[in-house]
């Protein structure tokens, strides 16, 4: 998102000298480099995080009910060569997450049941559940403990597709597992479809200071602002009290 809108800033500047009006072409020109130098620095991506995922800096106590369910939110997949499906890169901080709130859900001597939420997003041929649930596996939650939700595309969809799966697990307490600046975005939508939960965070983004532009802070402000148009369209779709998924902001429909 940040690149295009670069793109379209150094477009703009291109248009405008080639019709003369050279004072708009200077004044792009510099709005562009102002904006790589404010973004790739580390000041916008630190301003618009710390408010964004201030809520969930902090996990919660984990205080188990007799029953509970935790609701991992996939986030994309990749594909080595030769071999199946993997989670993608992204997705290992809210795995770990979900095995570590299982494990202790489990000692305290609860019940407690994973529902791994995510269809088949990329048209890989494969649900994005059904692709989790082996790494699952390998780290030690059983299949058994394991319900899988293979319809949901949007983060909207995770919210819509798990309320029937959740009724047949009947928890107690609902846990939700994602990312930090996803979390805000994910507790409206499942608020929506009338479903209380409890924030499990997995990882945290910080906008880091640089004295030349960087890459990464690049990416997080592209996440971040993903969110903020993504929380938009979830208010107004919610404003007009339609309850299918609304279009994601820009970006792969993975979270």
Known sequence: MTVPLLIALLAFAWFAGHLGWRWLQR???VLALLAVFAVGCGL???VLLRPWQSPYAQRPV???????????LTAGVTYPPGGPLEPGHTAYSRIAEAVSLYRDCREAGARCTVLVSGGDALS???PLALTYQRTLERLGVPEADQVLEMRSHTTWQNAQFA???LARIGADRVWLVTSAHHL???????RRFGLVVTPGRADYLRGVWSLLPSAYNLS??????????GMALYHWYAWRGRTEAPPESAGPPVD
């Open 184 to 190: 805000r975005r994910a507790m409206f939508a499942f």
């Open 27 to 29: 004044a792009a020109i």
């Open 163 to 165: 309320r029937v799966p």
């Open 44 to 46: 916008v991506p630190k």
């Open 124 to 126: 890989t041929g494969e």
């Open 62 to 72: 984990l205080d188990w009910a007799p029953s509970n369910a935790i609701v991992l």
């Open 220 to 229: 997080v402000t592209d996440a971040v602002l993903h969110e903020y148009v």
